[in-house]
């Protein structure tokens, strides 16, 4: 991607210009920001964005998210691109927001500004539920790009800033947030979240096996599983092995398959608080 006044201060003319639009060489993507060939490279259009609203632009919220890599984005949605308060911008394709964004809060990462990942999270917190926004906390701690401290040095320096409150929430989840590997983990986390299910660990070790939900505290393991969840049945044969290991130490293993977190997911947490209650009551 190239402005119109990197190729003048390049010595391109304006003539030069308009002919290698007229042969497709440049393809204008906004008002005096083009694509060099036709086919856009990787973050191309994120740095088209950038070009367009000016050198103090940032890519932010779920643009940005999706560039650290915690959040899936189209390529073909609008750019998110945040501004200092004073600048008036309006761009087709592109989602200006308007916003302070402290020079500690900016990165460059591929070549482009962007907001640090713990900016990006407070971001995002205003516009995703609670489920994917501890999932991209606990993601972003796993990946070392945003500490708990990093976050709520966030939540402190900006009290009024939407998000703060949800972002506060997810930090003060009893046991933190849970990172999630799968759809049917997420699927069940937000049940478990919603129903206010809690002292459970998510992919957690124990006896030398890595479980899907562990109650630790009370020997209880929820594992998602079942011949419709794996490539075959060497797989299902090793999950097998791996409940009757658990088992002989002592912990209580309940399977739950992909097919009944799907159609009977009011069962299954039937079945589980009934379980969690009796495990309790033993102690």
Not at 144 to 171: F, M, S, W
Not at 188 to 214: H, M
Request: aromatic share 6%; hydrophobic share 40%.
């Amino acid at each position: 991607m190239v402005a119109r006044w990197q190729l003048v201060a390049a010595g391109v003319t304006r003539h030069q210009i308009a002919r290698r639009l007229c042969s497709g060489f440049l393809v204008e993507i906004h008002r005096g920001v083009y694509l060099v060939g036709v086919v856009p490279s990787a973050h191309a259009h994120e740095m088209g964005a950038l070009l367009a609203c000016g050198p103090t632009a940032v890519l932010s919220h779920r643009s940005a998210a999706a560039l650290w890599g915690l959040h899936r984005y189209p390529a073909s949605a609008p750019v998110h691109v945040t501004v200092p308060p004073g600048r008036s911008v309006t761009r087709p394709r592109i989602q200006v927001h308007r916003a302070a964004i402290s020079r500690g809060d900016v990165r460059l990462r591929e070549g482009i500004r962007v907001s640090s990942p713990p900016r990006t999270i407070l971001e995002l917190a205003a516009d995703v539920d609670l489920v994917l926004l501890e999932f991209v906390v606990a993601e972003a701690s796993y990946r070392r790009l945003a500490t708990d401290a990093e976050l709520r040095d966030q939540v402190e320096r900006n009290p009024g800033k939407p998000g703060v409150r949800r972002l506060r929430r997810v930090l003060d989840i009893p046991g933190g947030p849970q990172r999630t590997r799968s759809s049917g983990e997420r699927r069940l986390l937000r049940a478990l979240r919603e129903n206010e299910i809690n002292g459970f660990e998510v992919n957690a070790k124990i006896d030398g096996y890595e479980v899907d939900f562990l109650w630790r505290d009370l020997g209880f393991v929820l594992e998602l599983d079942g011949w419709d969840g794996h490539s075959g049945s060497v797989a299902f044969e090793r999950d097998r092995l791996k409940v009757a290991k658990l088992e002989a130490a002592g912990l209580t293993v309940m399977p739950v398959t992909g097919r009944q977190l799907r159609d009977d997911l009011d069962g299954v947490l039937d079945r589980l608080r009934r379980a969690l209650a009796f495990h309790r009551e033993k102690i």
